[in-house]
């Protein structure tokens, strides 16, 4: 019986594989990965328990503790500096709000490894984003970006960066110094030259480049192992 259900789960899940990738076409080998989302890193939120927090004026009350602080759909449109006394914060999750700039003291937060900030007003994510050298995903996604710093190359522990939905119209080539980058989504913005500088990227599996102008992709990328999206 043992047996019998480790089949069934290897099936779902290779199912599931293909479902998420069929449709998809791409350059180079298939790789060996799995397409998830940014959201199967925070499925684990649980274990932060009792130390999540889903309103500033409590985490500021025990701003020690607060190791996970989500605000979304709280319709905010400024958000305080005293982010900054939230020293051990993680996980920063500010999605769905209307945010316009975000305070350079979130820059500080030297502990954080996931900032979520997707469905906001940005205009600029500002060069101090280099200063979180410990942030493992950053989500831009659906802003009024224009562009990416060139200083997001000193975020070397990066492994998702998803800038999708925006209005960016080039790729600093600097962002193939990030060597643990697994995921770049870039989709639905207005990029029509590709740097071959991402063919340095060693351990890039999926670059999504969807609905976008691009007019080529690099010969140095499609020699590499990685599944690029570039049709709907």
Known sequence: ???LYTLLFFLTITTGFAQNTRTEPFYCQQPHTNDYSYDNYRSDYNNYNPNVFYSLDAAY????????????????SNLSYRIGELQNLE????KNNDLQQLPYQVFNLKNLRILDISNNQLTDIGYQVGQLTDLKILILKNNRLTRLPYQISSLQSLQLLDAS????DQIPYQISNLKNLQKLYLNYNNIAYIPYQLSNLPKLKLLD??????????????????LIRIRN
């Open 209 to 226: 480049l969807r609905n976008n102008p691009v007019e080529n992709i690099p010969y140095q990328i499609k020699q590499k192992n990685i």
């Open 91 to 94: 996980v920063l999750v500010l």
């Open 1 to 3: 019986m043992k047996s």
């Open 61 to 76: 009350k025990a701003p020690l503790k607060v190791r996970v602080l989500d605000l979304s759909n709280q319709s905010i």
């Open 165 to 168: 939905y925006n209005n960016i």
